[in-house]
């Protein structure tokens, strides 16, 4: 099985940059896909992004597409959320997620799960 832990997280002013990381123990993650999710207050969990471990690409939502970069490190089983020009809007609990199917944005198709990290942007 795998599991996941987030790091990263903290709070930051709008415009400024923070690098999220997931590494994951108990098994290689070959083979599986990653997606970053996050849940604001009184929201529904919202998909971020995702990436392919072996032979796929990388996927974002339109509200991040431009300043968000997923990548993977696959030596150290870890994969990173770069997040820049970073917006209020952005404030959540950041998770991230491993799949055997592939990567998608439905947070249901989702095996494994971290336990989260918050982002906090001020205005």
């Known amino acids: 099985q795998v599991q996941l832990v987030e790091s990263g997280g903290g709070s930051v002013q709008a415009g400024g940059s923070l690098r999220l990381s997931c590494a994951a123990s108990?098994?290689?993650?070959?083979?599986?896909?990653m997606g970053w999710f996050r849940q604001a207050p009184g929201k529904e969990r919202e998909f971020v992004s995702a990436i392919s471990w072996i032979g796929g690409g990388t996927y974002y939502a339109d509200s991040v597409k431009g300043r968000f970069t997923i990548s993977r490190d696959n030596a150290k089983n870890t994969v990173y959320l770069q997040m820049n020009s970073l917006i209020p809007e952005d404030t959540a609990v950041y998770y991230c997620?491993?799949?055997?199917?592939?990567?998608?944005?439905?947070?249901?198709?989702?095996?494994?799960w971290g336990q989260g990290t918050q982002v906090t942007v001020s205005s």
């Open positions: 108990g098994r290689t993650l070959s083979g599986y896909a």
């Open positions: 997620a491993a799949n055997t199917k592939g990567p998608m944005s439905s947070p249901e198709r989702y095996a494994y």
